[in-house]
């Protein structure tokens, strides 16, 4: 799921996803890769590679695109880190599908205290990427332990369609701006989708 997160100002941010199913390695594996430029103002420009793999699927693609993350009520709430993000990504499908569209906004803050970040908010995806036009509920819970080195994390995307998973995960932030992602998804719905294991790394640079 998008996060709240922008690459800062004149910084690179690139990462790698793996999805596969322990069961059958060698038949399912499906990559994302993406990248962001870091504008300023809250801003990111990115350029993603969606569903690159086997077995070949009719929504391989490549979105380009923005995300916007201004922290609203900075001066009188600080610490609730209140974000209101939004992202549009124009996307190009290459098995001959043509152009498709991906907008996602959601709202999120941290709890005083345990600084429990809770995300919520919508999104609009065509077929060209999740293969039927479709629209619905995103979110997520993050938990950071240990200073922020690693946290718990738990993202939704509600409907049936191709990214319609429930995905809970621990994340692992390493030293020069690393980070690694360890997660299992669970399908909405079968028919739309196989549980599997998702494996991510980033690197901001």
Do not use: C
């Not at 069961?23 to 690159?52: C, D, H, I, M």
């Not at 209140?82 to 599908?97: D, E, L, P």
């Not at 690393?178 to 196989?194: D, L, M």
Request: glycine share 12%; aromatic share 16%.
């Amino acid at each position: 799921m998008p996060s709240a997160d922008i690459t800062p100002r004149r910084k690179h941010f690139y990462m790698h996803e793996t999805q596969t199913r322990p069961q059958n390695p060698g038949r399912y594996w499906y990559g994302t890769n993406f990248y962001a430029y870091g504008v300023g103002k809250a801003t990111e420009l990115a350029v993603t590679s969606y569903n690159v793999g086997t077995p070949a699927t009719p929504n391989f693609a490549t979105g380009i695109g923005f995300k916007s993350a201004p922290q609203l009520f900075r001066k009188t709430r600080e610490e609730l880190e209140i974000k209101w993000t939004v992202g549009q990504m124009g996307v190009m499908n290459h098995r001959g599908k043509g152009f498709g569209s991906f907008t996602y906004s959601h709202l999120s803050m941290r709890t005083p205290g345990t600084k429990t970040r809770l995300t919520a908010g919508g999104f609009y995806g065509t077929e060209e990427l999740f293969k039927r036009n479709t629209g619905n509920f995103l979110g997520s819970v993050e938990q950071p332990l240990f200073h922020h080195k690693i946290q718990v994390v738990a993202e939704w995307f509600r409907g049936q369609h191709d990214f319609g998973f429930f995905i809970p995960g621990v994340s692992f932030h390493l030293p020069k701006e690393q980070v690694i992602v360890v997660a299992y998804k669970f399908a909405n719905n079968p028919k739309n989708g196989a549980n599997g294991l998702v494996i991510e790394y980033g690197l901001t640079f």
